[in-house]
């Protein structure tokens, strides 16, 4: 059983049309955030994203803000609606009445000890959930998160990767809460470039999916060719690697991991106990190097190419 929070967001996107293919996982729904853009976006774009895909899964109405503060959105990167401001026409599906928090909490008790929860987006329906339900972490068997950036190079500020960024509070609750997470970080991400030449190469494919994800990437594909040139990044869809498929983690380190919510510069930075000097149990296993071939493969699988 597998349940997905997330905030589309292109990158979220590439990463929900890996799962839609995943014959090894139950799909129970999609939990949503305001993050990359704000919540009626998100939202929007998680229903169209299944209906072009012909995926029927419950839709989650989440939190609409991080849990303290407010946050600035990457609207700059996806687009003002997250998906590249292509026009498209709103999807005929609907958002069920359950809150995400509520949903999350119901789906960990209904699958006790065996539900695999992936964070694509901000940590905030899930530390509310935490908050309603102190004994939720023990009831999930894998939390994946995409976040942090585990040496100080962010993507946000300074110091600090979007989603960590965005509610720091909420990744705080989080990372105090679980005795085991798998965290995909930032840095991690640079490591497993797509070349651009690539990408381009697998959305021509005369396919209903790959056509749409086309139109919705194109812009942050243009924005991220300016900034970092040969290759562009899915940090989603590499979490969603992990996620689905852990065998393909070829190297990786377990540390305790501190989230910072103070600091002019390091507000959202995720501080890794490298020595373990804190004496705090390892909470944390990074992700360091996956395979990188079978990253490509899943991509392209869920562009519709048969592989």
């Given at each position: ?16 049309l890996?799962?839609?293919q995943s014959?090894?996982?139950q ?20 229903l169209?994203l299944c209906e072009?895909a ?5 839709v989650?109405?989440?939190c609409?803000q991080?849990?303290?503060f ?14 590249g ?9 609907y ?5 995400a928090?509520?949903a999350i909490?119901?789906e960990?008790?209904q699958?006790a000890?065996?539900l695999l929860l992936?964070?694509?987006g901000p940590l ?7 908050r309603?339900d102190p004994?939720?972490?023990?009831k ?5 998160v995409m976040?942090?950036?585990v040496?100080?190079?962010?993507n946000?500020?300074?110091s600090a990767e ?8 909420s990744?705080v609750?989080?990372?105090?809460s679980?005795?085991?997470i798998?965290?995909?970080d ?7 470039g797509l070349?651009?030449k690539?990408?381009?190469?697998w959305?021509?494919l005369?396919?209903p999916?790959a056509?749409f994800?086309?139109?919705?990437s194109l ?7 300016g900034r970092?040139?040969?290759?562009w990044?899915s940090?989603?869809a590499l979490a969603?690697l992990?996620a689905l ?5 070829i190297?990786?380190?377990k540390?305790?991991v501190y989230?910072?919510t ?6 959202g ?7 373990d000097r804190m004496?705090?149990p390892?909470q ?7 395979k990188?071939?079978?990253?490509e493969?899943l991509?392209?699988?869920a ?5």
């Amino acid at each position: 059983p597998l349940l997905i929070d997330t905030d589309p967001g292109v990158d979220d996107a590439l990463a929900l049309l890996m799962a839609f293919q995943s014959d090894q996982h139950q799909l129970l729904g999609l939990c949503i955030a305001a993050g990359n853009v704000g919540l009626q976006h998100t939202c929007a774009n998680a229903l169209k994203l299944c209906e072009v895909a012909g995926i029927n899964v419950p839709v989650y109405q989440g939190c609409a803000q991080p849990l303290v503060f407010a946050a600035e959105d990457a609207a700059y990167v996806h687009g003002l609606d997250g998906f590249g401001d292509i026009g498209y026409k709103p999807a005929q599906g609907y958002l069920e009445t359950e809150h995400a928090a509520l949903a999350i909490i119901r789906e960990a008790n209904q699958h006790a000890g065996k539900l695999l929860l992936v964070m694509l987006g901000p940590l905030t329906n899930l530390a509310l959930a935490v908050r309603i339900d102190p004994t939720l972490p023990s009831k999930i068997a894998r939390l994946v998160v995409m976040g942090g950036a585990v040496t100080g190079k962010g993507n946000t500020n300074i110091s600090a990767e979007f989603n960590i960024g965005f509610d720091p509070e909420s990744a705080v609750i989080v990372f105090e809460s679980f005795p085991e997470i798998e965290l995909l970080d930032w840095e991690a991400v640079l490591r497993h470039g797509l070349k651009h030449k690539d990408i381009e190469r697998w959305l021509a494919l005369e396919h209903p999916v790959a056509a749409f994800y086309q139109k919705i990437s194109l812009k942050t594909r243009q924005w991220s060719e300016g900034r970092r040139g040969e290759y562009w990044h899915s940090a989603d869809a590499l979490a969603m690697l992990v996620a689905l498929c852990p065998e393909y983690v070829i190297d990786k380190y377990k540390h305790y991991v501190y989230v910072e919510t103070q600091g002019k510069h390091s507000r959202g930075a995720t501080v890794v106990d490298w020595a373990d000097r804190m004496g705090k149990p390892a909470q944390t296993e990074i992700m360091h190097q996956v395979k990188q071939d079978q990253f490509e493969r899943l991509i392209q699988n869920a562009l519709g190419w048969s592989i």
